[in-house]
């Protein structure tokens, strides 16, 4: 009897209300039994109409992607019953509102067909609690405590008052004991366990309380989707952490104010996805030749252009890593995990404090609105950088007056802050030590060097970062495949490689969270280690593959996905299968 281990999802027209909040619900409902959650969601762009959906998978053991067939699936129309029936395990549960019937049903399966909409309509008068009745049907059949949504109800809607929240506990009530009518003819069953010390979050939550573990105090944006509810969350919150928060026209003014705020000395960050994130890239260039710290987080989605606003890719890492006229030197990092969005966003900060330098943390769909649970952080134990700040008690000048950009051998020069000893000016010319434009070809060279030079202590300093892993390498150090991964995808990967391993097949991963500057000879000692290596990713054209060609010089199998959904593991694991086939047949390392 499959016990605290299933995958529910949840699908609808959003004009039925309340799509992702019941799989939002059942998530912390599930955690609160003691489990481990991880959740997906996708959803409409249009402003109001179109199918959402949203999986949770639960199970008492650490998950590392949202799973691959459907155990449980509950559906608020026929269309998502079209929709969805493709990924339905053929032995699994369907749940559907009985004023459809659902056309080619698996006869291994079980389905329970109850009237939620004639209910939340007739009997409740509320249309808009269909939700909280489908919640209480799933209580009944699954033995999740019903007091446990109840909580729930109460916390969401209390400020709302005692007649929002009674009229969705009665919601709630009447779906449970409509289900209580049913015959229970499936094996699926939630049991509570003793509750774990857990925190549920999403990735972009994880990325404000980052920012704010790591000193954020500027914080400035323009809503765009995925990234806009950090936006959101900073509005709200920075301000109780003595931070400034600013909703501006547009995502120039957004890099501009963070620009600013960081010359005047405060930490800024901005996040953006790809449309906004192109409109950043003067300004980026500008950070980069002024020397001036500021993290930018890109919430990737699907493009180009405009492209699918809602939908997930990893397809902006090109122009994260290469966008800029000129040479730009920039540090790239990709968070894999929600835990990850959090440490990696302190790490930023870090690496833009020490290095005075633009970084960018790649993140996407499916991650900035994953919930997982998560272990604690302990914030004592963060370490935390601030810039080295000019002091002309310390950094002796020799009597020729503050050089903002004097030659160091880590290549990192004391700023100074305005109002404080030292002034210059923010030069985009190209300049000499002082600041000063200087467009003579030797110079150049030397400060072009500079500027990159600080790429090097950004490598050497994220070896040692506790909390943060540049690359770490998963399985043997010889095997048939090995597999190269970033950001999303790992997870997946994670799960298919310990799939093919139970299965006799010799796999090793690789999975790469500074993408750039990249740790080459660790790069090229895993490919050369593998008798074939596979890279999947997000997007058309293999982006990490191509840079991974040209910063080692050897070549990888590119495998890639842009249906705007993540890679299932058996997608995953159906490629290692082949490649591990290929490796036998060519019997050579």
Sequence with gaps: MPVNEFVVRVGGDTLEGGIIRTGEFLAHALARCGLEVFTFRTYPAEI????????????????????????????????????????????????????????????????????????????????????????????????????????????????????????????LNEGFNEARKLEKRDPFQIEVRPMRDRLILSGNEAI?????????????????????????????????????????EDEIAAIGAVLGASFAGAKAMTATSGPGFSLMTEFISHAAMAEIPCVIADIQRAGPSTGMPTKSEQSDLYQAVFGGHGDVPRIVLAPSTVQGCFYVTVHAFNLAELCQSPVIILSDQSLAHRTETIAPIDIDKLIVIDREVYDPLIHSEDGKGYQRYRLYETGVSPMSIPGHAGSYTAEGLEHDEFGHPNWEPENHMTMTEKRFSKLELA??????????????????????????????TAGAVREASERASQEG??????????????????????IKSMKRVLLPELNYTGQFAHLIRGETGLDVVSYTKVTGVPFKVREIFEAIKELAHEAAVRGDR
Excluded at 505 to 517: E, F, K, N, R, T
Aim: proline content about 6%.
């Design 505 to 526: 097949i010799s796999v090793a991963v690789l999975h790469v969270s500074m993408l750039y500057p990249l740790h080459k000879e660790i790069v090229r000692r895993f």
């Design 208 to 248: 404000c309380y980052g920012a704010i573990a790591a000193g954020c105090k500027v914080f400035a944006g323009y809503p765009i989707t995925p990234a806009s509810d950090i936006l959101e969350w900073m509005m709200e919150h920075l301000p109780h952490f003595g931070g400034t928060p600013l909703q501006v």
């Design 48 to 171: 109001k109409g179109g199918q959402a959906m949203i999986q949770v998978r639960t199970a008492e053991h650490q998950i590392f992607s949202h799973g691959d067939e459907v155990d449980i699936l509950i559906c608020f129309d026929e269309e998502a019953w079209e929709i969805h029936r493709q990924d339905f395990n053929p032995y699994g549960v369907l749940i559907y509102d009985s004023k459809f019937e659902p056309r080619n049903f698996p006869n291994t399966a079980v389905a329970y067909g109850l009237p939620f909409s004639e209910i939340a309509k007739t009997k409740l008068r509320n249309p808009l609690g269909k939700n909280m009745v489908i919640l209480g049907a799933f209580s009944s059949l699954f033995g999740l405590p019903k007091e446990i949504f109840e909580q729930l109800i109460r916390e969401y809607w209390g400020k709302r008052g005692e007649k929002v929240v009674n009229a969705n506990i009665a919601a």
């Design 459 to 488: 490598l050497r300093y994220s070896e040692y970062y506790p909390g943060f892993e540049g690359y770490r390498w998963y399985g043997p150090r010889q095997a048939d495949v090995g597999i190269i991964t970033w950001g999303s």
